[in-house]
């Protein structure tokens, strides 16, 4: 019947009980699927992890520069983990990250939430903010 019509016969859903096929144009029915599929992935949104990293003794300036980046990175929806670095002796005074992590919270409190709380991971304070 397929090959008095000029056409292909073309098994639609073989789970199903009976397997349902058609009778339809096989190129025409493949360009149709890959076409849904570019359509599906177009409405998919990637959300990207961006990283700032500080040391504990950042200063004002350069903190509130870092402030407007991590912002910026807000506003376009993507993720930012912020991580203070420590060296050294730097290492006896962790207070001091936990310190600018909390002010990272206070700064952003308006735009971004607390995704994954404040941790330590050897040298390195950890903590990610996503946007509200």
Not at 2 to 19: I, T, Y
Not at 39 to 54: A, G, L, N, P
Not at 78 to 95: H, I, L, P, S
Not at 98 to 117: G, N, S, W, Y
Request: proline share 3%.
């Amino acid at each position: 019947m397929a090959d008095r019509e000029g056409l292909d016969l073309v098994e639609v859903a073989p789970e199903a009980k009976p397997p349902v096929c058609k009778l339809l144009d096989y190129g025409k029915y493949k360009y149709e699927i890959s076409k849904k599929e570019k359509d599906s992935k177009k409405k998919q949104h990637i959300i990207i992890v961006k990283e700032i990293r500080m040391r504990p003794r950042t200063e004002d300036h350069d903190f509130e520069f870092k402030i407007r980046h991590a912002r910026k990175f807000l506003e376009q929806k993507n993720k930012v983990k912020f991580t203070v670095q420590f060296r050294g002796r730097e290492m006896a005074y962790k207070e001091f990250g936990e310190q600018l992590l909390a002010r990272v919270v206070v700064d952003l409190d308006d735009i971004a939430k607390v995704e994954t709380e404040k941790k330590f991971e050897g040298r390195f304070l950890t903590m990610t903010m996503i946007a509200k």
